[in-house]
């Protein structure tokens, strides 16, 4: 079940402007996790964010997020042609006794970035 | 480190015949492993969560008997695809985790076309 939704669906920029892709949530998390995966392929962990923290940078990537509004962002700065992919969020949220935690995921948005 | 391996990357098999995916962490020990599928330019779909030694856990509406996982080891589970039908056809994603469940690593997925 996909409790997230990514906005937009798609983004197309060009080369070296940045890329903004939001997410919103519906229910209490622990934890919002983004997660790139290029075309084909299986998804790469870029960033966690955990429910009491507001901001997160990694690299070129700036994570916010907005407990209250039940949102989070995701900032590609300075884009290059290899950011080419879909991003999708995840919310982390303990669905069974102990550790055994799913992933509820969103929509995603297609980035294209082009030379 | 957290690399997941699949295997195989591409399977193309007749309705009717079973197939078997296998997915494996290599460089850590995955108390927990999830399967996804995963429809073109789609979100990824939960199957089922599986703990090393005990039963897999499906999401709802996923066919017990269709879609037989076994998790025998910390490094090792894999899906059966059983008398395979042609809707049965799409991109399948495993990703490991060890306790607690938070960052999940994915492998690269198999590609799944039944004739």
């Known amino acids: 079940s996909q409790q997230g939704e990514e906005d937009p669906q798609a983004l197309s920029i060009q080369e070296g402007e940045n890329a903004t892709m939001n997410c919103s949530y519906k229910t209490s998390i622990n934890n919002l996790q983004w997660y790139r995966q290029n075309s084909g392929r299986g998804l790469v962990h870029l960033i966690l964010?955990?429910?009491n923290e507001r901001e997160k940078h990694s690299g070129r990537l700036r994570v916010t997020l907005d407990t209250s509004k039940k949102s989070s962002s995701l900032l590609i700065t300075a884009s290059r042609a290899a950011d080419t992919a879909s991003y999708f969020c995840a919310t982390n949220k303990t669905y069974y006794a102990g550790n055994n935690r799913k992933l509820i995921w969103g929509l995603g948005t297609s980035l294209a970035v082009n030379p | 480190g957290a690399v997941v391996s699949q295997h195989p990357s591409w399977v193309i098999c007749k309705s009717g015949t079973s197939v078997k995916i296998e997915c494996r962490s290599l460089d850590f020990q995955a108390t927990t492993m999830f399967w996804y599928r995963q429809f073109p330019k789609q979100s990824l779909m939960l199957m089922a969560t599986?703990?090393?030694?005990?039963?897999?856990?499906?999401e709802q509406g996923v066919e017990k008997d269709k879609f037989l996982i076994n998790h025998a080891s910390l490094t090792l589970s894999t899906l059966t695809v059983t008398s395979a039908h042609p809707e049965d056809s799409s991109f399948y994603i495993c990703?490991?985790?060890?306790?607690?469940?938070?960052?999940?690593?994915f492998g690269p997925g198999t590609r799944l076309l039944v004739l």
């Open positions: 964010i955990r429910s």
């Open positions: 599986s703990n090393e030694g005990s039963k897999a856990t499906y």
């Open positions: 990703s490991a985790a060890d306790l607690p469940v938070e960052t999940q690593y």
